[in-house]
Structure formats: structure tokens, C-alpha cells
């Protein structure tokens, strides 16, 4: 809860330098009370829908909001709302379906700013005929996802994915520390292999960053930040993992949606995984799509099936259970075993708290990682002029001049100074990480990154065009 604290004082600016000030929330939901309550505290008017009267009168109880009854797929109740008067909509509820459906309403009845949470996977398929961009959604929000990335980055401690996010989440930046034994160490900038749709920002040595280029050389102890679309991290995990010879040995507990998408994060050469599940139809669904874990039918809290698959010898456990207290319980157990890292996840946000007095590593909250996501996606606002890596560097968005895309101009011949560097060029709804040898067409927006406040950006790059 206090990172949330802090991505609230960021994000107040954007929201309020919007003329218009209201903010529809669809769900009474927690996670639609808990937006609604920081969005009062920024001064926002808000206006929450919902079927179920009785969540409604709760929140009034406890927050100055104004309250209707009704569905965010009816026209009607959205016009009764002040839908033409509201510049942002959370759609929350827990139908995905109706999510969708409000957030295509409100797009069609001009709202800027859509955020869509849903709990079906299917949805972040990059192979469905109608894409959120089609949708005109500008930010979706999965908690499996979400919660399944934030145990990767736990796992993988040399690499923090999404650190900063850019485009609404559709590209990330990753923050990787240099050992000895990294395939980053001792190479060119030229000659490291990144995954398709990667490309390496700034590299901060010895607390200094810079910009690096083809010749720059990469060394132990450098923190490199790697910028790439949506999904690059898992194939950039890969290339940073662990030699064969150092398996690291992870239990999973619970045969949820979370193990399960966590599971397929892995590759076997990289890990040696069991996932220890109690319903006996569930574990022969998981043994059939998971054909490289160790399924196990039996309780998570069991002490002999614990301690006979060498608990003790646990690199990670992760208790991700349907029940909070079985998870609580099962990885307090799995720590006082001997498991080195012990991650559980509960999804009400009291048991979140109990971080500060529970003797496991880390209790990760859905609820609260979802708020965190979509706090992060209003504080990025306007990216014209925002400032990242604690101010480090500044963040510029400008459009390529007509006279210079129809020169067919490639990156490289822009990249003249050291102390900036195309990170992403918005081409219609396609993204696009350059390269050098990728050309500038008209209407090009790009994702500018640089070291030093610069006065004219569009001078420097293009002046002698």
C-alpha cells in the first residue's frame, strides 16, 4: 500500500489538468470502491454503477461519491451518469463480458480515457480476430497477469520487469543487474542478442547513466535498462536464466489460474517445478497440459507430502491456492520448513497487511497490484514531458515532420547526439521498436528518451533535414 501511496501523489497532476474532472467507475466491486476512494482524495467527481444496491449504500457510507443503480451496458444509465461530461471510466466488475461492453459504450459516446479489468486470460491472447486497440480500450487490466509477472520478477532477481511503462502498458522497461556469469557481461552493445522487439536504453555504471551506442561494452556490476513491447520479458528471462546445471527447484501449491500460467512461464532446462494440488480432477487437467511439472495430488498442507518432496530444498514456494488462509497457513509451514523464498498470494485485501507480522518473504494482493497498474497508467498522462528512473531521464513524444518521413530518414541518421535515443515509434496502432536501419514514414510518433532537458528536441534531430 505504500507504493500506491506514492503513484497517487504522481498521478494527481494529469488528473487534474483534464477539463473535465468526472470519472465513471462500473463496480462496487473492492477494487472499484478502493479506486473511488483515491480518486476523491485527488478532488475527482465520481460517479459509481452497479447492479447491486447494497454495495452501492457501502460505499456511500464510507466515501463522498455519487451512486447508481444500473448497468454500464445500459445507454441509458451511463447518459444518467454524465457520460458526456466524463473524461475517465474504470470498468471493474467482476463480469468481463459487461466490462467490455461498457468500455466500447464509452468510447463510442467520446470518454478519452478507458481502463477494462478482466479475469479471463482469453483476452490477452495475441491471436483474437478483435484486438483491445479494435476495442479502443487504452489500458486492460488481468490480475493473473499481473500477479504471475510480479512472481517472475521475484524469481528472477537480476531482472525487474516493468519498472516504468509507456503506450498504456503496451511497452515496458526492464531493469537487468550484470553478474559475472550474465550473457550480457563483456559484450558489445552490437553483439548482445536480445529478443525480437528489444532494444537497450541507458546502462547506469557506477551511479552514473548513459546513453549507450554499438561499440559501448557491457560489464559486471551494470544495470542495464532494456525497453520492449508487451511480452518480451518472458524470451528476455530466458536469455538471462540460470546455466542447466543450476535448476532452481520450485513447488507450487493450489492448481489456480496463477500456478497454471506460472508454470508455462518456465521452460524445463531452467527449473525443476511440482505443483501440489488436492482436487483430483483438477490435478489430471493440469497433468495433461503440463507435461514438464511434477503434479501431485494431495493437500498443500500436508506435512509428510511436504516434507518427502524436499520442501527444505525449496529455491521458491509458491502458495497460490483459491483459499487465503490455507495459503497463509501452507507458506508459513513451507518457511518454517526450510524453504528459502516463500511467496503467497491471498486475494482480500486484510490478509494483505500481514506482511508486517507473518514470517513469510512476500504476500502478494491481486487487488492491490491491479490498483498499483492502473494508478501507474494515470500517472503516465501526458508522456510528452514526463521524467523517469527517478528523474534520471526525460521521457519526449513528437510527431516526424511530413518533410523528413517522405526523405525515407532511418534512426541511425538521427541518433547524432550521445544523450538520447528512439525508443518507440507509434505507427497508427502498431508499435514499433527501431533500429537503426528502421525508416521514418509521415504521421510517425516517437518515444524519445533522453539525458538532458532539451529546449529545441526537434531542431537537434532533424536540423540538418
Keep these: ?120 486470460y482469453d483476452y490477452l491472447t495475441d491471436n483474437k480476430a478483435l484486438t483491445i486497440d479494435d476495442l479502443g480500450i487504452d489500458l486492460i487490466v488481468n490480475p493473473c497477469q499481473i500477479v504471475v509477472e510480479q512472481i517472475m520478477d521475484l524469481i528472477k532477481p537480476t531482472m525487474k520487469t516493468g519498472i516504468e511503462s509507456f503506450v498504456g502498458g503496451k511497452v515496458q522497461l526492464s531493469e537487468v543487474t550484470v553478474s559475472h556469469r550474465s550473457p550480457l557481461a563483456f559484450n558489445l552493445i552490437s553483439q548482445v542478442e536480445l529478443p525480437t522487439n528489444a532494444l537497450i536504453i541507458c546502462i547506469l555504471r557506477r551511479n552514473r547513466l548513459f546513453i549507450p551506442h554499438g561499440e559501448h561494452k557491457i560489464y559486471p556490476g551494470d544495470t542495464v535498462y532494456i525497453l520492449g513491447k508487451k511480452g518480451f520479458r518472458t524470451k528476455l528471462g530466458q536469455l538471462l536464466s540460470k546455466p542447466q546445471n543450476e535448476k532452481e527447484k520450485i513447488v507450487l ?46 493437500k498443500p498442507i500436508n506435512l509428510d507430502l511436504l516434507k518427502e518432496e524436499g520442501i527444505d530444498q525449496a529455491d521458491f514456494f509458491v502458495a497460490a491456492g483459491n483459499k487465503d488462509e490455507e495459503n497463509l497457513l501452507t507458506g508459513l509451514v513451507a518457511k518454517e520448513l526450510g524453504s528459502k523464498n516463500v511467496i503467497t498470494i491471498v486475494n482480500s485485501l486484510e490478509y494483505s497487511y500481514f506482511s508486517e507480522i507473518v514470517n513469510v518473504d512476500t504476500i502478494l494482493s491481486p487487488q492491490i497490484l491491479v490498483l498499483e497498474r492502473i494508478l501507474d497508467f494515470l500517472h503516465q498522462g501526458q508522456v510528452s514531458t514526463d521524467n523517469i528512473l527517478n528523474g534520471q531521464m526525460r521521457l519526449l513524444k513528437i510527431e516526424v515532420p511530413n518533410k523528413i518521413a517522405k526523405k525515407g530518414v532511418k534512426v541511425k541518421k538521427l541518433h547524432k547526439s550521445s544523450d ?10 502498431e508499435l514499433i521498436i527501431p533500429d537503426g536501419q528502421t525508416e521514418l514514414k509521415v504521421k510517425d510518433k516517437l518515444l524519445i528518451f533522453t539525458l538532458a532537458a532539451k529546449s529545441n528536441i526537434k531542431r537537434e534531430l532533424f536540423g540538418d533535414y
Design 420 to 429: 538520447l535515443i528512439i525508443g518507440v515509434i507509434k505507427r497508427g496502432k
Design 1 to 120: 500500500m505504500k507504493s500506491m501511496v506514492s503513484k497517487l501523489k504522481r498521478v494527481k497532476k494529469n488528473l487534474t489538468s483534464s477539463p473535465n474532472h468526472q470519472a465513471i467507475i462500473y463496480g462496487a466491486n473492492e477494487i472499484g470502491f478502493q479506486l473511488a476512494e483515491q480518486l476523491t482524495k485527488l478532488d475527482r467527481d465520481v460517479v459509481i454503477i452497479d447492479e447491486d444496491n447494497q454495495m452501492l449504500k457501502r460505499i456511500q457510507e464510507k466515501i463522498d461519491v455519487m451512486t447508481l443503480v444500473g448497468s454500464g451496458v445500459n445507454i441509458e444509465t451511463l447518459n444518467q451518469a454524465g457520460i458526456n461530461k466524463t473524461e475517465l471510466i474504470l470498468a471493474v466488475s467482476n463480469n468481463d463480458d459487461k466490462n467490455i461492453l461498457t468500455s466500447i459504450y464509452a468510447k463510442r459516446l467520446g470518454v478519452d480515457r478507458i481502463i477494462t479489468k478482466v479475469n479471463n
Design 253 to 298: 501449491t493450489g492448481g489456480s489460474d496463477v500456478n497454471y500460467h506460472l508454470a508455462t512461464s518456465f521452460k524445463p532446462k531452467h527449473a525443476i517445478l511440482t505443483l501440489i494440488e488436492e482436487d483430483e480432477t483438477r490435478c489430471e487437467e493440469l497433468a495433461e497440459e503440463l507435461s514438464d511439472v511434477l503434479i501431485l495430488n494431495g
